[in-house]
């Protein structure tokens, strides 16, 4: 069985309605090329808001049945018959959180998940923002293919990309929200960025497909680079950090699912020993 990937890499300014008319189209550029699941960055309904801690912000959160930009992608979903995962600021009573919706081929909402790792440091202050996300790693079976979903610094621990493929995950998508680091100019975490993912699709046998902005946000900049990496970590496809469009690669998930199984990895597992892993 065969699937089509998309990651979309933009610019994002810091209007709602100019952000979703472009990711839609850019959604709609990857169908017209035989996209079937296609992944816009993190939050892209404006500015990275999370540079700095200010109240004001917490009035873009909205609640899953109240948000506009959900009922959109879901339309948008149907209309194209594409999977779309699609990130977004949610307000759950007093708490909030950094989250993201399966949106399947048919518009039907699969789900929900809460972004699970919330860094906190100099322009990246999310503690201040979000929740520590309770919905655990999900993983949503698609029209085209089982697909587990991480957010942002999710992606830099290993044992995210392991419990999804434990639950079942042939795809791991990764939207993101990464550039500068405003206390230390001469810190570029491009390279590392990208290499913690590869490993990821080495060590699980598994694709990766990861969506970055691009751009400057009021004196923060983010460098792109977003990728499709196979399951043996080989680009498919891939930008640098000024590209702008969508990103389509296949993946033949029968080809997957053989080089996983003859590889090792799951059937030399020794879950008994890792114990220690799970200590705080």
Request: aromatic share 12%; with cysteine.
């Given at each position: 069985m065969k699937v089509k990937v998309a990651a979309i890499q933009c610019s994002i300014s810091d209007n709602?309605?100019?952000?979703?008319?472009?990711?839609?189209?850019?959604?709609?550029?990857?169908?017209?090329?035989?996209?079937?699941?296609?992944?816009?960055?993190?939050?892209?309904?404006?500015?990275?808001f999370c540079r700095q801690e200010d109240e004001k912000f917490f009035s873009r959160a909205k609640t899953v049945s109240e948000?506009?930009?959900l009922r959109h992608f879901s339309s948008l979903a149907a209309d194209l018959g594409v999977?779309?995962?699609?990130?977004?600021?949610?307000k759950d009573g007093?708490?909030?959180?950094?989250?993201?919706?399966?949106?399947?081929?048919?518009?039907k909402n699969l789900g929900l998940y809460r972004k699970s790792h919330?860094?906190?440091?100099?322009?990246?202050?999310?503690?201040f923002y979000f929740r520590p996300g309770n919905t655990g790693f999900q993983v949503w079976n698609t029209r085209f293919a089982k697909v587990g979903v991480g957010i942002c610094w999710d992606q830099w621990f290993p044992e995210t990309a392991r419990s999804l493929v434990l639950k079942g995950?042939?795809?791991l998508f990764y939207p993101t929200a990464i550039g500068s680091e405003p206390h230390d100019p001469s810190l570029d975490t491009r390279h590392p960025w990208r290499r913690a993912?590869?490993?990821?699709?080495?060590?699980?046998?598994?694709?990766?497909?990861?969506?970055n902005r691009i751009g400057l946000e009021e004196g923060q900049s983010f460098y792109g680079h977003s990728f499709v990496a196979d399951y043996k970590g080989d680009f498919l496809a891939e930008y640098k950090d000024k590209e702008e469009g969508v990103l389509v690669a296949e993946v033949d998930l029968d080809k997957q699912s053989k080089y996983?199984?003859?590889?090792?990895?799951?059937?030399?597992?020794?879950?008994?020993l890792y114990e220690d892993i799970v200590k705080t």
């Open positions: 709602e309605e100019e952000n979703v008319l472009k990711i839609s189209a850019y959604v709609k550029e990857a169908a017209e090329q035989g996209a079937n699941i296609v992944l816009p960055p993190e939050l892209f309904q404006g500015y990275y948000s506009s930009i999977a779309i995962p699609v990130s977004f600021f949610e007093p708490h909030y959180y950094n989250s993201l919706v399966m949106m399947d081929a048919d518009g919330i860094p906190d440091g100099p322009g990246y202050e999310e503690k995950a042939q795809l993912m590869i490993g990821h699709a080495v060590s699980n046998c598994t694709t990766v497909i990861a969506a996983q199984a003859a590889f090792g990895f799951f059937r030399d597992r020794r879950p008994e």
